[in-house]
């Protein structure tokens, strides 16, 4: 058993694929802009269906347990300071509602991406995605500082898994803009 495997903040979604969204996965971005002075983070969500990924789901509620107890001396910040939340308090965007959870990770040192046989994949490769399938590790941490008490994840490693319905604006194909141009010679300026 590897040491990975014995500390108990660290949570594996490795069984069953769980939906990426809001991937910053190959270029370190920072929240709100930057312009609360934040440090650029890679990042990702990741949706957990609560039939499908009822395991991952206890999972990362025994690790928040351990967070809490370890290192915010047993006091519960509140749900809306935990990492993982209710898929109902996003239910206007594309993958959230009643029937999933998710949970927030980041980290400010680029997290492994890899593809199904663990070839490292960059951006160019148009892979992982918002919508896609994936498996991946976080490790969760308790905050207690200035800025607050939470229980939040750092992003160790994603691997994508299958392709899903893509997130967001859906491409629109030039066909159906636009007119074919006839090159008659003639000036369209």
């Known amino acids: ?18 939906r990426l969204s809001y991937p910053s996965l190959f270029e370190a971005k920072a ?11 890679f990042s990702a969500v990741f949706l957990l269906d609560k039939k499908r ?6 999972a990362m509620q025994t690790a928040i347990a351990v967070a809490i107890r370890e290192g915010l001396k047993g006091k519960h910040p509140g749900t809306d300071k935990i990492c ?17 959870m998710f949970v927030s990770a980041s980290s400010e040192t680029r997290p492994g991406v890899v593809d199904k046989d663990l070839t490292p994949l960059v951006s160019a490769d148009g892979k992982p995605y918002a919508g896609c399938y994936v498996y991946a590790t976080i490790r969760l941490w308790a905050q207690d500082n200035k ?9 160790r490693n994603v691997q994508f898994v299958k392709d899903g319905e893509p997130f967001g604006e859906k491409r629109v194909a030039p066909e159906d803009e636009f007119d074919a141009i006839e090159d008659d010679g003639e000036d369209l300026t």
């Open 53 to 58: 990924n009822a395991a991952d789901i206890k």
């Open 31 to 41: 929240f709100g802009g930057g312009t609360d002075g934040a440090k650029p983070k």
């Open 147 to 155: 800025w607050g008490k939470r229980v939040n994840a750092t992003l």
């Open 84 to 100: 993982l939340k209710d898929g109902s308090a996003k239910e206007d965007t594309d993958g959230y509602g009643p029937d999933v």
């Open 1 to 18: 058993m590897s040491a990975q495997d014995q500390d108990p903040l660290i949570v594996k979604f490795t069984k069953v694929p769980v």
